[in-house]
């Protein structure tokens, strides 16, 4: 079995909005081979800086787009062709986007794999632990604590039992933040609370807000800090009355390895289209060894959606499940199949490979731009 064509793909919703929202476009990304198979995948990523990765020619042995380096292999040697893509994209990637496409070839790869083998990517994983798990539905604040409250009460009414806050306005003011979350914790009820303040504080002013907002019981505190700022989450982690929770912006298990090696973190948040399976499955077995919780990142499409209920279905302690409920056709029309929690609880997919199926004619109502 060889790799014959790597097809990348732009869908894009109509109306875009000036929000930190990444379901609003994505990166689709076909590996095919000759014999009829093919594999899919998606990174969250600036689509276009993704699609250049991949189309890249050949400039040098260490700076080559992705393409050129796997046609004509087998994508069934995952790990091999990780290693191969890191090492041939090593003068712009590494730690960033280079990774973040080389994570949408490796889903589509997986992908590819199970349905060859006719196995549920998490079998392949080395198996499931979960084969259903607790979803949280992840929302961005509303303008006050007003309508933070409201924008609650209306996913605990959906049957959510956990709602995750974030990013803007977070970080105007202490008190609009102490505002937002009150605000949250009113409408939520006994519901765990989950906020994502969005890497708008230094160390001292998150401590001070963990302190504030404890009273409220928030289950974390997510990038309270800027996602580089390694020494700043050590010293945020040992001091904080709530659990510290970031790496949803790391890129691969490199990009991982400080925070790992420091124990900067109560709980990991790995995103699958930014890392991919092969090093999110070595991210798991180094948090794991170090006691640590995971919880996967995902705020895309059905895609990115169902690679992580395989991925997360892996980890032994794993305990919630981020599940967008932005309302954008990307989110919930991009795929046949429905990947979404149902009063609370979102079931792991055991169809072959990610378990998935494309909807052509959304792809082609939403397309902006290809390649082969």
């Not at 109509?14 to 590996?31: E, G, L, M, Y």
């Not at 949250?184 to 002013?205: K, P």
């Not at 010293?235 to 659990?243: A, F, M, N």
């Not at 180094?286 to 640590?292: L, P, Q, T």
Request: with cysteine.
């Amino acid at each position: 079995m060889k790799i014959s064509e790597i097809a990348c793909q732009i869908v894009r919703i109509p109306n875009v909005t000036a929000k930190t929202a990444s379901s609003q476009d994505s990166v689709i990304v076909r590996v095919r081979t000759a014999c009829g198979l093919e594999g899919i995948g998606e990174a969250d990523s600036s689509p276009e800086v993704v699609k250049a990765i991949v189309d890249a020619p050949f400039s040098h042995n260490i700076a080559c787009g992705l393409r050129q380096i796997l046609v004509g292999e087998n994508p069934l040697e995952h790990e091999r062709l990780w290693q191969k893509m890191y090492r041939r994209t090593m003068y712009f990637g590494r730690t960033g986007a280079g990774i973040t496409a080389m994570a949408a070839v490796d889903m589509a790869l997986w992908d590819l794999k199970g349905k060859a083998l006719g196995q549920p990517i998490h079998r392949l994983l080395g198996g499931r632990h979960h084969s259903r798990l607790r979803g949280y539905a992840s929302i961005l604040f509303g303008r006050d604590g007003k309508e933070t409250a409201d924008i609650a009460r209306r996913w605990v009414a959906e049957g959510y039992t956990a709602v995750k806050f974030g990013w803007e306005p977070m970080g105007t003011s202490e008190a609009v933040d102490i505002d937002l979350v009150r605000g949250a914790r009113e409408g939520l009820g006994d519901a765990t609370l989950l906020i994502d303040a969005g890497c708008v504080y230094d160390a001292r002013t998150a401590l001070r807000r963990a302190h504030a907002f404890a009273e409220f019981k928030p289950e974390w505190f997510e990038e309270p800090l800027r996602e580089d700022d390694i020494e700043g989450y050590v010293w945020l982690r040992d001091r904080s009355p709530i659990p510290i929770a970031a790496g949803e912006g790391e890129c691969g298990r490199e990009s991982f390895r400080p925070l790992i090696d420091r124990r900067a973190l109560d709980v990991y948040q790995v995103d699958i289209s930014r890392c991919g399976f092969t090093d999110a499955a070595y991210i798991r077995s180094r948090v794991e060894e170090i006691g640590a919780r995971l919880c996967n990142h995902c705020y895309t499409s059905p895609l990115t959606v169902a690679a992580s209920l395989h991925w997360l279905s892996t980890c032994r302690d794993a305990f919630i499940f981020e599940d967008c409920v932005e309302d954008s056709p990307l989110r919930h029309d991009l795929t046949i199949e429905k990947v979404r929690s149902v009063s609370g609880i979102i079931e792991v997919p055991d169809r072959p490979g990610l378990g998935v199926t494309l909807d052509e004619d959304f792809v082609a109502r939403h397309l902006v731009a290809q390649s082969r």
